[in-house]
């Protein structure tokens, strides 16, 4: 092993200032003994460079296969999960378009019972039963009114209930999308602290 210091010339300052020859030895080799451990803890952390090539070359082998695997995962359960995700979007989608013929039905049937009622009543005005049958009128209409708030609250409930559905099955396959990305990326650490 080669020393980057001269021994004999260290040898010769230690007697120039004041040591005996052989004490002068004693200190330089116990110095090169120092030297010599130190440079062997260092080279047993140290690798050659065809060890770091071969090493370098096996890491790149496994990523190589983490990708693919990767590109495996991707295909098929990212693509299930988009193609549930579509059909839960269409089935939502047919859903709220159901709700709203609904609304529109129920809507249009109020509005024709209260022009049935608002012809019957001119009607029984002009026969002369006008207190009567405002009277009567009347009732049915607070009745009408309360029968269409009803509807309208029911439809506000359903509605919101469709909505807070929909958020769910966003948020569920939100969290399945994140959990997968984790787990792909989990098993890629997995697989990279396995061959490091």
Known sequence: RRLFFDTHALVCLLEENGFTTQQSE???????????????????????KVQQE?????VMSHIGGVK???????KSEFSALRSENEKIKLELQQIKKQVMDEITK?????????????????????????????????KMHAQQDRALTQTDRK???????????????????????????FTCLTVA????????
């Open 106 to 138: 129920v809507r249009a049937d109020n509005k024709l019972n209260l022009n049935l009622e608002k012809s019957r009543v001119k009607e029984l005005v002009s026969f002369g039963y006008f207190l009567l049958e405002t009277s009567k009128h009347f």
């Open 155 to 181: 439809i506000d409930t359903e509605v919101a209930d469709l909505k807070t559905m929909l958020e769910s099955h966003k948020l569920d396959n939100i969290k399945y999308l994140a959990g997968s990305v």
């Open 26 to 48: 004693v200190i330089v080799s116990a110095l090169v003994k120092i030297t010599d451990t130190n440079l062997d803890m260092i080279y047993k952390d140290m690798v050659t």
């Open 54 to 58: 071969i090493a370098l070359q096996q």
């Open 68 to 74: 693919k695997d990767m590109i495996i995962l991707e």
């Open 189 to 196: 650490l997995g697989f990279y602290r396995l061959w490091i």
